[in-house]
């Protein structure tokens, strides 16, 4: 998975709790992705860093915070969890933007009673 | 990618027949063009990729092919075998500033042994 680890790999959690998933790389990439996988919507992109402290909203953000200190490490905040935030989490690195191949981590499946 | 629906088409092949997987995008500004494979409980895996001013690349044991006239991007995989069974999806994007990847739902291969 091109150095790249989720953290945790699956998680329960009930419905208005806050949760946090981790993304870590260590390939020294600059661009890093947020991604939800939902049977008949393929991958969707939630949110992306750029750099440091660099970050934007992807096409499904709402509800979604992010934040990346490090270089290495990418943070997915689900401030308050909802039912419809059960998903499969994927994070992906690349080190360039547009035109350019994405690596993808093992995923975090969340479920949200 | 375009939308393929709730459940995900799937092409079934015999053990050492050769498989054709097609995808059709929409954005005619695209210019790069992945193939990604997904294996059950794993994040998706980088197969092959194919610029616009290509129309054919080959890898190991896998072509794609891309028509651009009509936005049509396909895999081919020679000599199919039962760890090929997997989701395959495509991506396509353009090259630029924090451009993003647009994903396909996919389509399931099945190898019958």
């Known amino acids: 998975d091109a150095g790249i680890t989720q953290s945790p790999r699956h998680k329960v959690t009930e419905t208005g709790t806050p949760v946090t998933l981790r993304c870590h790389q260590t390939?020294?990439?600059?661009?890093m992705y947020w991604y939800r996988q939902d049977p008949g919507h393929g991958l969707r992109l939630i949110h992306y860093?750029?750099?440091?402290?660099?970050?934007d909203k992807g096409e499904v953000s709402d509800g979604y915070s992010v934040s990346r200190s490090k270089t290495e490490d990418f943070l997915l905040t689900l401030e308050s969890a909802t039912s419809s935030q059960t998903s499969v989490y994927f994070c992906?690195?690349?080190?360039?933007?547009?035109?350019?191949?994405?690596?993808f981590g093992p995923g975090t499946r969340l479920t949200v009673l | 990618g375009e939308s393929v629906g709730l459940h995900l088409p799937t092409l079934s092949v015999q053990e050492g027949d050769n498989s054709i997987i097609n995808c059709a995008y929409s954005?005619?500004?695209?210019?790069?063009f992945i193939w990604y494979k997904q294996e059950s409980g794993k994040g998706p895996q980088f197969i092959i990729d194919?610029?616009?001013?290509?129309d054919k690349r080959q890898g190991q044991r896998v072509t794609v092919l891309l028509n651009k006239t009509v936005k049509h991007l396909s895999l081919q995989i020679a000599a199919t075998q039962p760890g090929d069974s997997a989701v395959y999806f495509c991506?396509?994007?353009?090259?630029?500033?924090?451009?993003?990847?647009?994903f396909g739902k996919g389509i399931t291969l099945s190898v019958r042994p």
């Open positions: 992906a690195i690349s080190d360039r933007s547009g035109g350019n191949e994405q690596f």
């Open positions: 954005n005619s500004a695209s210019d790069y």
């Open positions: 860093s750029y750099g440091v402290k660099d970050t």
């Open positions: 390939e020294n990439h600059r661009y």
């Open positions: 194919i610029r616009s001013n290509m």
């Open positions: 991506a396509d994007t353009y090259t630029g500033a924090n451009s993003k990847l647009t």
